[in-house]
Structure formats: structure tokens, C-alpha cells
């Protein structure tokens, strides 16, 4: 994040128990307009994160705003609310509707009562994600791709500033996640977008800035090219797995790509924001059973 950039959502402190389980713990954050990663293992609190964020679950400590509205108070989550798209990892699509009718419903819910108006905006959403020609078909004619495009178009009603997108490309063919990749694109080039995946070609082809969780917290906070450069000299190529690596498998050429501490006279290979989303989760067990 620059230091003339205009904040959008600003975090501080957040944190959450589940039971006996610290979903969330003292994370901090700072969001401007773009497309923001977010990655982590299963139960690193990604998606609890979210959550709170489209104020869906409260926190137990902290406080955060979107846009300068503070959900703390009535008002100011109706704010929030009137400001955020927000497109869980399993989207509730009522199946028997058209996407026309599913967008229009969430349209209503957002309270755009005009209904000439509201149509208007339906209409508009549904072109965006390209499924004008569609919007009078029932969801479960769809194909995967289709739905999640659905699901995006009625996030995108009211054109939110703040766009929050769990898993998004979850279960897309490489065709759909490419098309899902210019649609997100787009969307981050007017407005804030958080982008949570477990994929990380999609936040290096994406976004401007990628945050790391793991146990609660956040682990790291920087450019895609800054985490890449975590593992500079710490990727190497050889004929057989390094059994002191802390990742290996073996490549399309026949050669094994080992990630950890090379051993002297390795040959060097190209880091990837893969490799360092590896070895800041090995650090990160390495603090927890130190």
C-alpha cells in the first residue's frame, strides 16, 4: 500500500473465539482500492475474517470501517451494508429461480425500490458478468461457471465500493477461472476488492498486494513480488527429492523442485509466490512448536 493511497477498510484488533478455538487473533489491516489476496491454509480464520468484514458475524474485541462508516452502531452497519457485495464460498442460490429473478431479489434486499430503476441495475450486473443472454433461465440449467457468475452479478448490485469474495473460482475448469479472472480484474479497478483463495496463481496474475494467515493471524503483509522474494535462494532443482527440503515434487521434466535450505552448490532456481507462501507457512510452525 502507497502512502498517498486513500484507506477504504481499516482493521484494528479484530479477534474471535469460537468455543475454545481463537479464530481470529489481534489482526490488523489496511485496504485500499484493487484487488487484494488473501490466502492461508483450511481454519487459518480466512474465511472468519470475511465474515466480520461483511459484517455477517460480530468480533468479540477490535473495530474496523468500510468506507468511513463504523458497523459498531445501527447506522453504521446499515452503512457498511449498503456499501459491500459480498459473495460467500457457498452462494444460497435459489435454484428454481432466473438469474434475473435471484439478482432482482438481492436487489430488493439492498433496498432499491424503484422498480423501473432496480431493473435497470439488474439488467446492468448481469451484462457485466455475461449472462445477459441467460437471465431468463432457471439456475439449475447452469453449468458451475454460470452460478458463480450469478453470484458475482448479485454482488455487484448497487455498484459496492468494498467487494468481498470467498473462494470464488472454487471448482472452475481453467477456461471459467480465466473468465472469472478478467471479471475480478475489472471489479478492482473502480472499487476494493478481498479476494480470498486457496489458489495462488490467482492472486500473482491478480492482485496488488497479498495478505498471509495462518492460526488467527496475519503472517504477512505485502506485494506478490515481495512474498515471491521470501524464497530467493531457497529453491533448487535436482534428480532426486532433497530429503532435507521442506517441499519437493517431482516436475513435468523429470526433475525434483525443492523448497527449504539448499545444500551447497544447489542449482538455483526461479522463486515463486507459491515457494514463498510455502516457507512463510513453515515459518510460521516453526514459531508455533519452537
Known sequence: MTASAPVSVSASGLSLCYGGTRALD????RLTRGVTGLLGPNGAGKTTLLRVLATAVPADRGAFTVLGHDPATARGRQEVRRQLGYLPQTPGL?????PFEFVDYV????ELTDRAARHQEVRRVLGEVDLAD????RIKKLSGGMRQRVALAAALVGDPGFLVLDEPT???DPEQRMRFRELIAAAGESRTVLLSTHQTEDVAMLCHRVLVMAGGRIRFDGTPAELSARAAGRVWSSSERDPGAKAGWRTGTGTFRNVGDPPEGADLLEPTLEDGYVLTLDGDRAEVTA
Open 94 to 98: 435459489h435454484l428454481d429461480f432466473t
Open 26 to 29: 489481534n489482526v490488523s489491516l
Open 170 to 172: 472454487v471448482g472452475l
Open 134 to 137: 441467460v437471465r431468463g433461465k
Open 107 to 110: 436487489a430488493i434486499l439492498k
